[in-house]
C-alpha cells in the first residue's frame, strides 16, 4: 500500500511541478507564498521525501560526461568562501526570497559535479590567498604570502623570487600561448593576492605598488611591484580584460584620480598612461565608473582596462550602483569581451568581499556578497555554452565563521538563535567566529541595556568569536569546487588545490600537460620528469 501511495505521488507530482512553475511565471510573489507553504505541509509526509530524493537520484543518473574540448574556460573564485559560508549565504538567499531558507540553493550548487580541495601552503597548515592562488592557477603549491614562484622562495626573499628558475606560470600564460584571450575580473584591488596570481611572480603579495615595495626597505627596480608587472610583462599585458579597483596602486604621487583620490607610484610613472600607449594601434578602452563601462563597444573593443575604485571596489550593500558596476555586470562585459576570441578564452573571476568582510566578523556582508557572487556565475552560464564552456567555481580557503545550534527552522540565520546558552541564560547568535575582532563583544550581551540595542541583522554587526584578534583570521578546512562543461567530472573526489588547473588545462587543451587534445602520459613523463618512479601520487 505504502509502494502504491509513493508511485502515484511520483506520477503526479510532475504536473503539480509544471502547474506551479506556471505560476512562477505569471506571480513571483504569489508564488513565493504557496511554494512555502506547500513545502511545509509536505515535508509533513514521508512521500514528499521519498520523491525529492528519488527525484534527485534520477537527475544524478541523467547525468553524462562530457568530453568536448573546452574552448573557453571561466574560472570564479570566491575568496574565503567556506562551506559553512555556502550554507549560511543559501539561507539567507532563500529567507529574501520569502522561503524557510534551509532547502534552498546557490546557482552554482546545481552544477553536476563537486569535489573537494585541500587549500594548505607548503609553510602553513592554514593557507592565505597567495599561496593558493599560486596553486589553483599554476598548478605548483608555494609558501605562505608568496605569488607565482615556487616554494624555493621564501617570503619577502627578493633576490630567490628573481631567478626565473623559481617562476611558475599561470593558466592565463599557457592559454596566452595556446591563442586564447585571456581576462580578470575582481571585486578587489586587480594587484590584490588572488587576481594577481594569473600574472605575477613575487616574494611577497603586499608588493603591489613600487610604494609598497619601497616602505619594506627593498629596491623597486630589484623587486617589481605588482601593478608594473601588471602593466609591463607577460602575461599581463597581453589580458584583454581587466577589471576590479585599486587605481591607487597605477597613479604616481601628486595626482588624484577621477574621486579625487591621491595616487601613491614614486616612480612618477602613471601606468594606466603607460596602459594606453602600449595600445595605441589597439582599439582600447579606460573606463572608471559604471557609466563608462556600460557605453563600451565591446564588439570594435580589444582591450579593456577597467578601475572603478582607488581601493576595493565597495561591498553590494554599501555600494553607489550608479557608479561602480557589480561583479555580474563586469563578468558579464568581460565575457561579451572575450567571446569575439576565434580559439576561445580564459576568464578568471574574484568574488573578493566575501573574505574581507568575513575578516571583520560582519557576516550580514558575508553572506550578501555570496550571493552577490552566486548571480554572476549564473549569468556566465547564461550567456555561454555547456558544451564548449567549462565553469569551475571554487575558494580559496576558509574562515572561522560557524552555523551553531539549535535555531528552529526558519529562523533569520542573521539574527539570535532560538535557543539561549543553558550555563549563563544569554542568548548567542546562529553565526559565529572563533576568533576575531567579536570576541570582545559577548559581555555586551549581560548588559540589558546594550542587549535591547544589539540587531545581529543591520549590515555591519560585529558577530561575537572567541579568541580576540583585530582581524578573525582563515581556516584551514577544505573547500568546494563546483565544475559544470568539458571534462568537469574530472573535479569530483578530494584532491590537492593544485590539481586544479592540471585538470582545466587538460579539459581546454592548454600547457604542456597531459591534454584532452594529448593523452600519452609517457611522452609528459619523458619531458619533465627525469625519474618518474621517484614521483608520489
Given at each position: 500500500m505504502k509502494l502504491l501511495n509513493f508511485v502515484n505521488f511520483a506520477i503526479i507530482l510532475p504536473f503539480i511541478l509544471i502547474i506551479q512553475a506556471d505560476e512562477y511565471h505569471s506571480s513571483g510573489s504569489e508564488w513565493k507564498t504557496r511554494k512555502t507553504r506547500a513545502t511545509n505541509n509536505g515535508e509533513l509526509l514521508a512521500d514528499f521525501w521519498n520523491f525529492d530524493a528519488q527525484h534527485r537520484l534520477l537527475h544524478q543518473l541523467s547525468i553524462r560526461p562530457n568530453h568536448n574540448i573546452a574552448k573557453n574556460v571561466i574560472f570564479f573564485l570566491g575568496d574565503g568562501m567556506s562551506v559553512a559560508t555556502l550554507a549560511a549565504s543559501r539561507m539567507y538567499l532563500g529567507q529574501l526570497?520569502?522561503?524557510?531558507?534551509?532547502?534552498?540553493?546557490?546557482?552554482?550548487?546545481?552544477?553536476?559535479?563537486?569535489?573537494?580541495?585541500?587549500?594548505?601552503?607548503?609553510?602553513?597548515?592554514?593557507?592565505?590567498?597567495?599561496?593558493?592562488?599560486?596553486?589553483?592557477?599554476?598548478?605548483?603549491?608555494?609558501?605562505?604570502?608568496?605569488?607565482?614562484?615556487?616554494?624555493?622562495?621564501?617570503?619577502?626573499?627578493?633576490?630567490?623570487?628573481?631567478?626565473?628558475?623559481?617562476?611558475?606560470?599561470?593558466?592565463?600564460?599557457?592559454?596566452?600561448?595556446?591563442?586564447?584571450?585571456?581576462?580578470?575580473?575582481?571585486?578587489?584591488?586587480?594587484?590584490?593576492?588572488?587576481?594577481?596570481?594569473?600574472?605575477?611572480?613575487?616574494?611577497?603579495?603586499?608588493?603591489?605598488?613600487?610604494?609598497?615595495?619601497?616602505?619594506?626597505?627593498?629596491?623597486?627596480?630589484?623587486?617589481?611591484?605588482?601593478?608594473?608587472?601588471?602593466?609591463?610583462?607577460?602575461?599581463?599585458?597581453?589580458?584583454?580584460?581587466?577589471?576590479?579597483?585599486?587605481?591607487?596602486?597605477?597613479?604616481?604621487?601628486?595626482?588624484?584620480?577621477?574621486?579625487?583620490?591621491?595616487?601613491?607610484?614614486?616612480?612618477?610613472?602613471?601606468?594606466?598612461?603607460?596602459?594606453?600607449?602600449?595600445?595605441?594601434?589597439?582599439?582600447?578602452?579606460?573606463?572608471?565608473?559604471?557609466?563608462?563601462?556600460?557605453?563600451?563597444?565591446?564588439?570594435?573593443?580589444?582591450?579593456?582596462?577597467?578601475?572603478?575604485?582607488?581601493?576595493?571596489?565597495?561591498?553590494?550593500?554599501?555600494?553607489?550602483?550608479?557608479?561602480?558596476?557589480?561583479?555580474?555586470?563586469?563578468?558579464?562585459?568581460?565575457?561579451?569581451?572575450?567571446?569575439?576570441?576565434?580559439?576561445?578564452?580564459?576568464?578568471?573571476?574574484?568574488?573578493?568581499?566575501?573574505?574581507?568582510?568575513?575578516?571583520?566578523?560582519?557576516?550580514?556582508?558575508?553572506?550578501?556578497?555570496?550571493?552577490?557572487?552566486?548571480?554572476?556565475?549564473?549569468?556566465?552560464?547564461?550567456?555561454?555554452?555547456?558544451?564548449?564552456?567549462?565553469?569551475?567555481?571554487?575558494?580559496d580557503h576558509s574562515h572561522t565563521m560557524t552555523i551553531s545550534g539549535y535555531a528552529q527552522r526558519g529562523n533569520n540565520i542573521l539574527d539570535f538563535n532560538t535557543q539561549k546558552s543553558n550555563v549563563d541564560n544569554l542568548p548567542y547568535t546562529t553565526l559565529m567566529y572563533a576568533n576575531g575582532p567579536g570576541a570582545t563583544t559577548r559581555t555586551n550581551f549581560t548588559d540589558p541595556e546594550k542587549l535591547a540595542k544589539m540587531d545581529p541583522t543591520t549590515n555591519n554587526f560585529v558577530y561575537p568569536g572567541h579568541v580576540p584578534l583585530k582581524d578573525e583570521t582563515h581556516g584551514g578546512d577544505d573547500v568546494a569546487v563546483f565544475a559544470n562543461g568539458p571534462w568537469a567530472h574530472l573535479f569530483v573526489g578530494l584532491y590537492e588545490q593544485n590539481l586544479i588547473p592540471h585538470a582545466i588545462a587538460y579539459a581546454s587543451c592548454i600547457g604542456d600537460g597531459l591534454s584532452a587534445c594529448r593523452r600519452t602520459s609517457a611522452t609528459y613523463r619523458r619531458k619533465h620528469w627525469t625519474n618518474p618512479s621517484t614521483v608520489v601520487h
Open positions: 526570497q520569502g522561503q524557510s531558507g534551509e532547502e534552498s540553493r546557490l546557482f552554482f550548487e546545481d552544477f553536476p559535479y563537486t569535489g573537494l580541495a585541500k587549500t594548505y601552503c607548503v609553510d602553513m597548515q592554514v593557507a592565505d590567498s597567495a599561496c593558493t592562488a599560486t596553486a589553483y592557477l599554476t598548478g605548483v603549491k608555494a609558501n605562505y604570502g608568496t605569488l607565482g614562484v615556487t616554494a624555493a622562495v621564501k617570503r619577502f626573499n627578493c633576490s630567490s623570487s628573481q631567478d626565473p628558475a623559481n617562476h611558475v606560470n599561470s593558466l592565463a600564460t599557457w592559454a596566452q600561448r595556446a591563442g586564447k584571450g585571456t581576462g580578470v575580473v575582481t571585486t578587489a584591488r586587480v594587484t590584490h593576492a588572488s587576481p594577481a596570481g594569473v600574472y605575477a611572480h613575487t616574494a611577497n603579495r603586499d608588493w603591489e605598488s613600487d610604494a609598497d615595495v619601497t616602505k619594506a626597505n627593498e629596491n623597486p627596480k630589484m623587486c617589481q611591484d605588482i601593478a608594473s608587472q601588471l602593466i609591463n610583462n607577460d602575461p599581463g599585458r597581453k589580458l584583454k580584460v581587466i577589471m576590479g579597483g585599486g587605481r591607487n596602486k597605477f597613479l604616481p604621487k601628486g595626482t588624484v584620480d577621477e574621486q579625487g583620490s591621491k595616487g601613491e607610484r614614486v616612480d612618477g610613472v602613471n601606468l594606466v598612461h603607460e596602459w594606453l600607449l602600449q595600445k595605441k594601434r589597439r582599439p582600447a578602452a579606460y573606463v572608471s565608473d559604471r557609466k563608462g563601462l556600460m557605453n563600451v563597444d565591446f564588439n570594435n573593443t580589444e582591450y579593456l582596462l577597467g578601475l572603478f575604485s582607488p581601493d576595493h571596489m565597495d561591498f553590494n550593500l554599501e555600494a553607489k550602483h550608479e557608479e561602480q558596476p557589480s561583479l555580474a555586470e563586469m563578468t558579464t562585459a568581460a565575457i561579451e569581451m572575450l567571446s569575439k576570441e576565434k580559439r576561445g578564452y580564459f576568464l578568471f573571476v574574484e568574488g573578493a568581499r566575501i573574505d574581507m568582510a568575513h575578516h571583520k566578523s560582519k557576516a550580514h556582508l558575508a553572506l550578501d556578497e555570496t550571493v552577490q557572487f552566486a548571480e554572476a556565475v549564473r549569468l556566465a552560464t547564461e550567456l555561454t555554452n555547456s558544451r564548449d564552456t567549462l565553469i569551475i567555481v571554487t575558494a
